[in-house]
């Protein structure tokens, strides 16, 4: 079994940063793909960026050049950057653990935390 914890969201205005923390309990990091998914109220789960084991790293469209995922496995910590910040940002975000890297694509995972808000403000 494997917990996960997010923390780092909160309120910000368009063009902020943000770095949001995911920290695990449990099986160690090294075992799993990891990576960000989000939800806006009325939508789907929705993938946002992954990093492989061997710390591959792949990123939505609207992630990429903006966002940077990367994880510390000896800390079973993951994070998410998220530079210039726009309004359709905002959504919950949660922290996947998966065997299998193509599940976090599709908005699946083994694993997921309780999320972390992150409201962008115009």
């Known amino acids: 079994q494997v917990r996960l914890v997010e923390s780092g969201g909160g309120l910000v205005q368009s063009g902020d940063s943000l770095r949001l923390s995911c920290a695990g309990s449990g099986r160690t990091f090294g075992n799993y793909a990891m990576g960000w998914c989000r939800q806006a109220p009325g939508k789907e789960r929705d993938f946002v960026a992954a990093?492989?084991?061997?710390?591959?790293?792949y990123y939505s469209d609207s992630a990429k050049g903006r966002f940077t995922i990367s994880r510390d496995n000896a800390a079973n910590t993951v994070y998410l950057q998220m530079n210039n910040l726009k309004p359709e940002d905002t959504a919950v975000y949660y922290c996947?653990?998966?065997?299998?890297?193509?599940?976090?694509?599709?908005?699946?995972?083994?694993?997921w935390g309780q999320g972390t808000q992150v409201t962008v403000s115009s």
């Open positions: 996947a653990a998966s065997g299998a890297l193509a599940e976090i694509f599709q908005g699946y995972a083994d694993y």
């Open positions: 990093i492989s084991r061997k710390n591959s790293t």
